[in-house]
């Protein structure tokens, strides 16, 4: 079979990987892609180190097993833990990672102070914190461990009294503080961009990492001619390793946010 017809693996500790689904399929709309959701074990951020780096290989394998041309790791937390492991085990396929947008925001021409939202694992590996210290003098950085929002995307809820509730709680430090740009730093977090933006209290700008990872998923196909021909629309297939979260893929990759 000519590789560039086998689809693109993206792979998520959940549901939030969605999001990355999303921009990939609007910048490739004629791909096939195979989006895995471990939503059996989500969410990955509070796990031990050791345990995430075993369950994203082993998601990875599956979908090799399935054939891919390339995979897509849509979850912060799974990228900083496992990436390189990724790369060393896979080294002749194309595996693009996902990252809290810092720089861009860091960057902006109005930023003083960027707050990052993201799992406590992600905060704490070495990734992040060396990609936080590179702009540490462009910009305020400051790293918010968001312990039990990603479970909540899990579960569905979107919005409501407890979403609130958790949210003004979480941002009560920063009410008051210079932030410009708020950065998803978890790719779950942008099902609930809304009620973020509604319970920071002022005017704040958000962004994710999701393009810049659709953009990176297009070089590195057009650098190794994998990139499908034609002009016919590409099919998505859903995979949960929690059966029940099926029909909530669905709906997460229609719904509007």
Do not use: W
Not at 28 to 34: H, K, N, R, S, T
Not at 130 to 155: H, M, R, W, Y
């Amino acid at each position: 079979m000519d590789q560039r017809e086998l689809p693109i693996g993206v792979f998520d500790s959940g549901l939030g990987g969605i999001s990355v689904l999303r921009a990939c399929t609007a910048l490739l709309p004629g791909e096939d892609f195979l989006f895995f959701g471990d939503s059996a074990n989500a969410p990955y951020g509070e796990k031990p180190l050791s345990q995430v780096r075993a369950l994203t290989l082993q998601a990875a394998d599956s979908l090799v097993a399935r054939g891919v041309k390339a995979i897509v790791v849509a979850c912060n937390t799974a990228t900083s833990a496992a990436i390189s492991l990724l790369r060393e085990k896979y080294p002749g396929l194309p595996v693009i990672g996902i990252e809290p947008a810092v720089k861009p925001a860091a960057q902006a021409d109005n930023s003083s102070s960027v707050l990052v939202m993201a799992t406590p694992l992600t905060i704490q590996e070495d990734k992040y914190q060396k990609l936080a210290a590179t702009f540490s003098d462009q910009a305020n950085v400051i790293s918010l461990p968001c312990k039990g929002l990603a479970e909540l995307v899990e579960q569905g809820r979107f919005d409501g009294p407890e979403l609130d509730d958790y949210l003004q709680a979480l941002f009560l430090p920063f009410r008051y503080c210079s932030v410009e740009y708020i950065v998803l730093g978890c790719t779950h977090y942008p099902f609930v961009r809304e009620a973020i933006r509604k319970n920071f209290g002022r005017p704040v700008s958000i962004i994710d990492g999701s393009e810049g990872t659709a953009r990176q998923l297009r070089r590195q196909l057009g650098a190794r001619g994998l990139l499908r021909t034609g002009n016919t629309s590409g099919r998505i297939t859903f995979l949960n390793s929690d059966p029940a979260k099926l029909s909530l893929c669905q709906t997460l990759f229609s719904r509007e946010y």
